[in-house]
């Protein structure tokens, strides 16, 4: 079994409990403990990653699939949306550009209407060429960026290729613009201080034989510029895990009455209440006119949030109509609590052994900062004492 968040929380709490930290943490406080307790768990990972380059399954997680990345005509290799760089791992060769039928530099055509993500591992079609595989990035409902992870052979300048990507959207493509070796070319890396000081001395002149690249903010920058692809695997900054929440409670006020229609006129008690987060919640219904036109609550039910829509079975009153609905605009405020909600909580990628030491690094953490507003309220009071 993969731990999920809200399965983190629980054993958080059920720890605490037995260890003498208070187990009522309010889920704001959780994250914030959690997401520190990650964060000093990857350090640590991270360190002996970097001294030892030994890669352990808590950091491979994080680690890219090697990947053929475009460089543009002035040399630079831009960072994409969520690529998240932490640390190159490696970027150890490189395809120049003499027309041998591997795919080199693309033009996208975005579409749109597609569904937003990142599409992993799909097969292009069309052009003189057979092959290549890409993972496809969709924003905002077009085509935003084409990785390859496979370039293919057989490839011609101005093949046009695409892929279904998913059920919905239309248009997207790319062209072929550029080709490139099949033969690998080693990358020396030469850093900023070098690259600015020496990149065309008599010490270290730039030659056709390799090429030397360097890390900026937000791409990298090489010589040759007509390097074309180059093969990367990089170590992404972690996406801290996030346990998410609505506000649950009873029912205080509805609002935004829509009466529907054809409904049988008359007045309907304790009539239950459909739809929403919540279950219970019973009202008085008037029908007038064909149309709902009160609604006055008899039971407040449990566990619904803000914002729920909320109907009632034609059954239930009079047995005609339809397209009554009502808006839950506020909650009991003493029955209010956080329930968990996978839809905005971030799951964990770490296995349930590094869950289980990150819930001890966040119990240590909880108990410290208990134990400082301890001191800071003892401290207080003794200073009143002393006045």
Known sequence: MQYNIDDAKK???????????????????????????????????????????????????????????????TGKLPFFTDMNLLHVDSLSSYLPQP??????????????????????????????????VANVIVADGAVTTVIFT????????TDALQATLGLTGTGWGLVVNTLNSTTDKAIERVEKNKI??????????????????????????????????????????????????????????????????????????????????GNGALATI?????AVTSVTLTNPGKIYKNGDTLSASNGNIGGTGSGFSITVSSLVPGSIRPIYDPNTSVQPKW????????????????????RDKELTSFAEKSAQTQQ
């Open 196 to 277: 600015a000081k020496h990149l065309s001395s008599e010490f270290e002149p730039p030659t056709q034989e390799f090429a030397i690249y360097t890390q900026y903010a937000d791409y990298f920058g090489f010589y040759p510029i007509n390097v074309g692809v180059v093969k990367m695997v990089y170590l992404q900054q972690p996406v801290w895990s996030f346990w998410g929440y609505t506000l649950n409670g009873y029912i205080a006020t509805l609002t935004g009455l829509v009466g529907g229609s054809l409904y049988t006129n008359g007045t309907y008690t304790n009539v239950p209440l459909t739809g929403g987060a």
């Open 99 to 132: 027309d041998t039928g591997v795919i080199g530099t693309i033009t996208i055509v975005p579409g749109s209407g597609y569904t937003d993500g990142t599409y992993t591992d799909v097969e292009l079609d069309g052009g003189t060429g057979t092959g290549a």
């Open 11 to 73: 054993l958080f709490n059920d720890r605490a409990g037995t260890r003498g930290v208070s187990s009522n943490v309010t889920p704001d406080k959780f994250n914030r403990f959690w997401q520190s307790a990650e964060l000093k768990f990857f350090n640590t990972r991270y360190d002996e990653y970097y001294r030892k380059q030994t890669i352990s399954d808590s950091i491979s997680k994080w680690m890219s699939d090697p990947l053929w990345l475009q460089v543009d005509a």
């Open 286 to 290: 008037v029908v007038s006119g064909n």
């Open 351 to 370: 296995n349930n052994d590094d869950i289980s030491t990150i819930i001890d690094i966040a119990l240590a953490d909880a108990a410290i900062s208990a």
């Open 150 to 157: 496979k370039l293919g052979t057989g490839y011609a300048i």
